[in-house]
């Protein structure tokens, strides 16, 4: 009964978040950071460019209200 309530909420919040991960995750993985930036194409390297990422949306959604204070919150 609760799941049915409260999970079409829920599945939209996921839905959001999964797509802004996605898309987080598709902006670290571009060629341009090994090839021309020399970060090096190595699971660490990987790692820090998406470590990278992340914090520079948490960043920019920090100071914003309304949905996007909530994904904020999710990262």
Do not use: C
Request: net charge positive.
């Amino acid at each position: 009964m609760f799941q049915r309530l409260f999970g079409r909420e829920r599945n939209a919040n996921r839905a959001i978040t999964d797509a802004l991960y996605a898309q987080i995750v598709a902006a670290a993985r571009q060629t341009v950071f090994y090839s021309d930036w020399n970060v090096p194409d190595t699971p660490l390297g990987r790692f820090e460019m998406l470590s990278l990422h992340i914090y520079l949306v948490q960043h920019r959604l920090h100071g914003e209200r309304g949905v996007a204070a909530e994904v904020a919150q999710v990262l």
